[in-house]
């Protein structure tokens, strides 16, 4: 009984610390309007990632994904995988 009590415990103890977080995604060589739907296919691809907004005129792909299955390294390594080297836009101080 205290094992179970202690599985449930460590179960919503892992689920409280899960948290969604977006990372928007720079992709400098995407050059055709048919890029963006081999990016986002590639990071929907990814377990956690829950919805990816990639737009070829801003060359930037907006992700919303879960911080308890994937991490922004996982995602930059997949968008290069598929031919699409990326690196994350840093948010400015004070915006």
Request: aromatic share 8%; charged share 25%.
């Amino acid at each position: 009984m205290k094992r179970l009590f202690f599985c449930i415990c460590l179960l919503i103890f892992q689920f409280a610390q899960a948290e969604e977080k977006t990372v928007t995604l720079h992709l400098p060589t995407m050059n055709c309007s048919m890029c963006p739907i081999t990016v986002k296919k590639a990071l929907m691809s990814v377990d956690g990632i829950i919805d990816a907004n990639v737009t070829y005129g801003d060359r930037q792909a907006k992700v919303l994904f879960d911080d308890a299955k994937t991490n922004t390294n996982a995602l930059i390594k997949v968008t290069t995988e598929a031919g699409y080297p990326s690196t994350e836009v840093k948010k400015e101080e004070g915006l």
